[in-house]
C-alpha cells in the first residue's frame, strides 16, 4: 500500500512554499499565479505551519468584501487549523481525509517540522498508479496460469 512518504518521493519538486503570516494577500496571489499552484503554507519560520491560504480563501474574500482584501495580510484571509499528516499515513487515510474536509493541500510533517506539502491530485495520480500495478500483476498472473 502506498504511503504519504512514496507520494512525496514521486513529487518533480518537494520545496515548499510558504509565505509569512504578515505578507500582502496581493503579494500571495501573484506567487500563487506565477507558480500555478492553489494555495501556499503560511509560516513564520518555514518549519512550523501557522495556517494555509487558498485561493478558495482569497475568492470567497473577494466575493463578501471586495478587491481591499487585497490589501489585508495573509494571517487575515488563512485558515488557520491545518490538518496534516506524517509520512507513513497510507495514502487511502489521507485521501479520505482531504475528501471528508473537502480540501485540496496538506502538509507533511515529520518530527514537528514541515517536510512536504501533497496535494490531492499528488495523491490520486500515485493511487491510480498502484491500481495499474496491481492490475497488471493480477493480469500477469493470469496470463502465466493458462
Not at 488563512?78 to 481525509?97: F, R, S
Not at 495523491?123 to 491510480?128: E, N
Amino acid at each position: 500500500m502506498i504511503n504519504v512518504r512514496h507520494i512525496v518521493g514521486m513529487k518533480p519538486s518537494t520545496q515548499i512554499l510558504s509565505v509569512k503570516p504578515t505578507d500582502r494577500v496581493q503579494d500571495v496571489t501573484q506567487l500563487l499565479a506565477k507558480y500555478r499552484i492553489g494555495a501556499v503554507i503560511v509560516s513564520r519560520d518555514g518549519d512550523i505551519v501557522d495556517g494555509i491560504l487558498s485561493e478558495r480563501d482569497i475568492v470567497r474574500a473577494l466575493g463578501t468584501r471586495g478587491a481591499s482584501v487585497l490589501d489585508e495580510r495573509a494571517q487575515d484571509l488563512m485558515t488557520q487549523v491545518v490538518i496534516g499528516c506524517k509520512p507513513e499515513d497510507p495514502a487511502l487515510d489521507v485521501l479520505e481525509k482531504m475528501t471528508e474536509g473537502r480540501f485540496r493541500h496538506m502538509p507533511v510533517i515529520e518530527e514537528n517540522r514541515m517536510i512536504a506539502v501533497i496535494s490531492i491530485g499528488d495523491v490520486v495520480k500515485a493511487r491510480i498508479q498502484e491500481i495499474q500495478h496491481e492490475n497488471a500483476a493480477l493480469t500477469d498472473m493470469i496470463s502465466n496460469s493458462w
